[in-house]
């Protein structure tokens, strides 16, 4: 089983994390987390500079005119013509 710390909420909702934990997961000054609430959980993920959270990403690509539903669709849809086109090349 895991070591296991006990933090203490601050009167501005803050705790420390152990510092082997963060040197475990190599955390420093400054560093973002996800805090999430699951259950009655509160989880903490590091949330890298490189690898930034998918959600970060919203609307980098310009605007969503598509859903991912109709985007697949599309793909089925382009995928379908192709064979459609190949077979009737064969056949001829």
Same mark, same amino acid.
């Given at each position: 089983?895991?070591?296991t710390h006990i933090a203490v909420l601050s009167s501005k909702g803050q705790i420390v994390i152990p510092k082997d934990i963060r040197d475990a997961l190599g955390l420093r000054e400054g560093a973002k987390l996800e805090v999430?609430?699951?259950?009655h959980r509160v989880v903490l993920r590091t949330i890298s500079e490189e690898y930034p959270d998918w959600r970060s990403l919203q609307g980098a690509f310009g605007p969503a005119d598509q859903t991912?539903? !109709?985007?697949?669709? !599309?793909?089925?849809?382009?995928e379908f013509e192709k064979e459609r086109r190949l077979l009737e090349h064969l056949s001829d």
């Open positions: 089983m895991a070591d999430a609430l699951e259950g991912t539903s !109709e985007i697949l669709a !599309e793909g089925r849809r382009e």
